[in-house]
Structures are given as C-alpha cells and as structure tokens.
C-alpha cells in the first residue's frame, strides 16, 4: 500500500521561503502604537507582490471556485500562503512582535533582497509610528568594598 501511494515531501517547496522574524520595539511603547504597527506591517505585507497571501485574489465566484483548486495544487507543491503579524508581548528590554510569511520565490539571492526590504519597510513603519527599535542594554551593579 505504502509503495503504491503518493507521498508529499513537505520540506521540498518548489517555490516560496519563509521570512520569520521577531522585531523589537522599544519596552516604552504605548500599546495603542503597537497596535498600530501590528496593523501597519499587515498591511504593507498584504500589498507586497513579492509575499504569498491569500488576501490578494479576485471576489469573482468563479475565479473562486477556478482558485479553490489552485490552491490545492498549491498546497500539495508546498506553495504556503500564510501571512501572520502579531504582538507577542513585553520581554525585559522590548515589546515583541512576530512577523510570519512566505515570499513568492525559492531563489536565496532574490530571497534576501525581499527579507531586506520587508525589514526596511518594517523599520520605516515603526519610525513613522514614533518609536524605535529595541536597543539591547545589560545593567552592571558596582559596589564598593572598603
């Protein structure tokens, strides 16, 4: 049985890298700028043509349908769309938020170009949004012994 079926390897994508990253936003960040940002990368991940999602795709009933089955095929060729931005909370020097999504390309040359400008963007985000990143510190006590 087992020779006679079709098995996926799932770690063989013929297209699509996976950008993870965690970006740390300054510990002083009110949470309604977080929130803002959340949004903000959603946004400018949605409308980047170099990122797979499934946001981007015609409201026709029978390009749905038509799609329904591309996707399948999609999936079964490792092609993901999953597109994730979220807050992940405060850690000791930063506010935390996971950014999660598959560029269109298995290319590593073409795929860092992409990550870069998705980090660049982020960072224009973040800036436009009056906070920094999170600049790593390490507190050193001294004392004195007599």
């Given at each position: ?7 996926r ?13 965690t970006?740390h936003?300054?510990i002083?960040?009110p949470?309604?700028v ?13 409308n980047?043509?170099?990122?797979k ?6 409201d ?5 349908q ?7 095929d999609?999936?079964?060729y490792?092609?993901?769309d ?5 807050y992940?909370g405060a850690?000791?020097?930063s506010?935390?938020i996971?950014?999660y ?10 795929w ?7 980090l660049?963007?982020?960072?224009e ?12 510190y ?8 007599i």
């Amino acid at each position: 049985v087992l020779a006679n079926s079709v098995i996926r390897h799932w770690s063989r994508r013929k297209i699509g890298r996976r950008i993870k990253e965690t970006i740390h936003i300054d510990i002083n960040t009110p949470p309604k700028v977080i929130k803002n940002i959340v949004e903000e990368i959603k946004d400018m991940l949605y409308n980047n043509k170099e990122i797979k999602n499934s946001k981007r795709r015609d409201d026709n009933a029978f390009t749905k349908q038509k799609e329904a089955k591309i996707i399948q095929d999609l999936d079964y060729y490792g092609i993901k769309d999953t597109l994730l931005v979220n807050y992940l909370g405060a850690s000791e020097q930063s506010k935390d938020i996971q950014v999660y999504c598959f560029s269109k390309t298995i290319q590593w040359d073409e795929w860092l170009n992409i990550r870069q400008q998705v980090l660049l963007d982020i960072e224009e985000i973040i800036i436009n949004n009056g906070t920094t990143l999170a600049i790593p510190y390490q507190k050193i006590k001294v004392e004195r012994t007599i």
